[in-house]
């Protein structure tokens, strides 16, 4: 009977899809085992067979469990909402809903021709409003808490309130914003309603504060670090600038040490770790002040001692881990975004810092992190005084110092850190040497652990930690400064100026946030004219008409409702600029939406309770699953996704909705299927295209072609590549026998390559369970490996090779007879391999397994029910059509997910006889298989009545026989 593997797949996938067969219950009395694949944002493009490799492992992996008696949750849904959808709704015109709608159903499509096991019964969407509710509420208890540095735990506001009243904030150890003043609970109770907000708005976990951004002009809105590459857009390659601007933040900052920590906790894989630990960066050391000298280079360089400003003044205040060092600093260098800059620059030197300031915005972070060899600055014409020396300290920007990193000020000390050593070299500024024994000239890293510092009469001959503790010491009686951990870890921008994304649930009274009643939730996306930024560069939900909240009807209503108010003193008014109406209770509600990181922070935990319109997830459910045991993903979302997603499963632990403190229990990180890309070679200047091998000289252009115009040989189909490309119609190949070869380059799989496999085309010739092995076949899972089709003709040979085991010709033949003791030996051997692999998740060499296991039976001629059936159950959850039908045929009325795993014993592995030698005088002459528990004189018997030893002895009586049991037979003549 023949393999019809497109008749079987579409057979099997209508059986699991009718029967609901991978639907897990949250009551079930079997152990829980929770598989998650990273949440798939549906692109337009669909997926390639790049995309599905870590889907097939996690596939794998929980059908086994299934097997092993685990009642398995194995959920997925779409990260819908997003950049990517809203700018297909600025170029089309059409819907971002519409388009996303589509492109879900295209990914449902491609994702069950693969055959995966989800449950789909649980399918959650991020732009479904019944899913954001759930986000708008979190963001709620968010604003609603703050963080005890204390108790290292978040708490309800309306303690710290009570606190506030009873007390004041002096005792409050609080992670807030740095210019909280101190005040009494006397002063407390005279502040208006207004202030005591504005007050609170620095303790909560979520506030309002003005941040420096990512902004891209062209897109219009705000972009996380990881969505710019190399200074441009990821979407779109759009400059983008640093820019200032009232944004929603998460103080995820406070959870830094306990981030920290408990990596040590999770079984993740040691780089993502240390990803996680660079990104957090703990650092000891002590924070330094530094006062200001006067405005101007005039006052300072005056014929008398330089006067300090006023107290009132702002300090400059550094990060150091070095503090010891302090006596080699000899300038100072801010970020130019630093609030300081405007005011200290002096006239004479405003133009430049300007200057280089414009200049500055239009690089990235990650570009001024990573440029190492640019040494650039300007002098601001200030001064600041060094805490201990009294002694004038220039003051320089420069963009290698991030405004959001530590303090957004750097004490440059040339002769112990290198950048700071080519930054005074380049500007020919000072390099004092405060260094025993070292030549700060040889621009050596000098300020190592250790390090003698002998130059200063404060701290001469003190080593690293010896000087360390005095210099904070001082610092800390003098008012200069302390002791202090620091964390690289900022807060999180949560704003985005975008219309496709969760709206906030947040509206403004006096400038003012308040939230909407939770149980009003959802605060729905409205309708739109325009997704682009209004004229007057509000985000695009200023482009609603219907965008306020009536707080009296607790419902969404026309902006007609409110009125236009001037900007006050403070510049306190509405995002949209507008106030409410004094007698209706109407208001503004916020313009930003929520980033795409907001609804992907819980989703794991959504799956677990989909449907409960009452909570995010009820108490049982939680209590049950706990957290994801298993998850896959791109090791790209080291610190954004996984770090946001730790952040909010610990808050929510924190106020008692979540069991747990950690979301991922073991993570894995797959490789990257690339893609095989082809080329031609045109001759430059001329319309002619030379075959690879034909090519003479390094005169031809090399030009991507469709990967779907070569076949399995290289060869080009010439008339397809012409109708592909028309301004090529006419141009002339030079082919080699007739034949045009083109060059082959393993590259990222991708469509502005043309290098991408669509699974479909494989599915339709191949078949979804070949896909499935030849993705695991070609190599371990967490390392990259090139695609080659042409290699997957093996695998599906593989699969027609099985089929055949259990078929006679056109007749299913598989018989009630006893296995042979080769067959089971064989079975149990895979049993064995197969098992291990799969918990290792070695998945590649499990499938070598199988291949060697199949060729095996077919050499033994095995058509045995004992061994063909557990083997449709062993290989069921890597190709389990194939096996869903054998285990049909085999006379099964349930699934084979249902069916018990195949049990391992290891007695048939065991050997039972033994080839001996038989020598004769010391000469090996046969061999002779004998049973291992036979007696020395039941071998010498059974080698004595052997033909072949009466033919070697020709009638003459041994005169000894030598046995050792389990070795050898000699026989002396």
Known sequence: MSYHFNKIEEKWQKYWAKNQTFQAKNDSDKPKYYVLDMFPYPSGAGLHVGHPLGYIASDIYARFKRHKGFNVLHPQGYDSFGLPAEQYAIQTGQHPAVTTENNIARYREQLDKIGFSFDWSREVRTSDPDYYKWTQWIFIQLFESWYDLEAEKSRPITELEKTFSSEGNSRVNAACDDDIEEFSAEDWKTYSEDEKERILLKYRLTYLAEAEVNWCPQLGTVLANDEIVNGVSERGGYPVVRKKM?????????????????????DWTESLKESQRNWIGKSVGAMVHFNLYGETLKQVQGDGPAELVSASQPKISVFTTRPDTIFGVSFMTLAPEHDLVEKITTEDQKAEVQAYIEATAKRSERERMADVKTISGVFT???????????????????????????????????????DHDFARHFDLPIPNIFENVDVSQEAYAGKEGTVIANSDFLSGLKYKEALQKVILELEKTGHGYGKTNYRLRDAVFSRQR??????????????????????????????????????????????????????????????????????????????????????????????????????SWYLFRYMDAGNPDKF????????????????????HATGHLLYSRFWTKFLHDRGYLTVEEPFKKLINQGMILG???????????????????????????????????????????????????????????????????????????????????????????????????????????????????GITGVHNFLKKLWKLYHNGEEFAVSDDKASADSLKTFHKTI???????????????????????????????????????LAV?????????????????????????????????????????????????????????????????????????????????????????????KIVNIVV
């Open 381 to 419: 014409g200030a001064y600041a005084e060094h805490p201990f020396t009294k002694e004038p300290v220039p003051i320089w920007i420069g963009d290698y110092v991030l405004a959001g990193y530590g303090t957004g000020a750097v004490m440059a000390v040339p002769c112990g850190d290198q950048r």
């Open 246 to 266: 009232t944004q929603w933040s998460m103080r995820i900052s406070a959870f830094s040490e306990r981030l920290l920590q408990d990596l040590n906790k999770i």
């Open 499 to 600: 219309y496709w994304g969760e709206p906030f649930p947040v509206y403004y009274v006096n400038g003012l946030p308040k939230m909407i009643d939770p149980k009003h939730l959802p605060l729905r996306l409205p309708e739109v004219e325009k997704y682009l930024p209004t004229e007057t560069g509000e985000p695009p939900l200023g482009n609603a008409s219907d965008w306020a909240w009536d707080t009296k009807n607790n419902k969404v209503v026309s902006n007609k409702m409110l009125k236009q108010v001037q900007h006050d003193e403070k510049g306190d008014v509405t995002p949209s600029g507008v106030e409410a109406h004094e007698d209706n209770g109407v208001y503004p509600l916020e313009l930003n939406t929520m980033p795409g990181w907001a609804g992907s």
């Open 874 to 966: 062993l290989i069921a959850p890597y190709a389990p059509h194939i096996a869903e039908e054998l285990w049909e045929k085999l006379g099964n009325s349930e699934s084979v997910s249902t069916a018990k795993y195949p049990e391992y014993q290891e007695k048939y592995l065991v050997e039972s006889k033994k080839n001996y030698p038989v020598s004769f005088n010391g000469k090996m002459r046969f061999t002779m298989e004998l049973p291992l528990d036979m007696s020395k004189d039941e071998i010498e018997k059974n080698v004595l009545e052997d033909e072949r030893t009466k033919n070697q002895l020709d009638g003459s009586t041994p005169k000894k026989v030598i046995v050792v049991p389990g």
């Open 832 to 870: 064995k391999k197969v098992t291990e692999d799969i918990e290792e998740f070695s998945f590649n060499t499990s499938v070598s397994t199988f291949m060697i296991c199949v060729n095996e039976l077919t050499a033994q001629r095995c058509n045995s029910r004992e061994v063909l059936e557990p």
């Open 617 to 636: 997830v009820s108490e049982e459910a939680q209590k049950y699953w706990e957290n994801v045991d298993l998850y896959i993903g791109g090791s790209e």
């Open 676 to 790: 095989t890309s082809a080329f031609v070679y045109r001759l430059e200047g001329e319309n002619v295209f030379v075959s690879k091998n034909q090519i003479k000289g390094n005169n031809v252009q090399p030009i991507h072609a469709d990967v779907s115009l070569v076949n399995a040989s290289d060869e080009l189909d010439i008339e397809g590549f012409k109708k592909w490309r028309p301004e090529f119609a006419d141009a002339k190949f030079l082919t080699e026998d007739g034949k045009y070869i083109v060059g082959r380059e393993v590259e990222k799989m991708s469509k502005s390559k043309y290098n991408v496999v669509n699974p479909d085309d494989i599915c339709e010739d191949y078949g979804a369970d070949t896909l499935r092995m030849y993705e695991m076949f070609l190599g371990p899972l967490e390392q990259a490996k090139p695609w080659n089709t042409a």
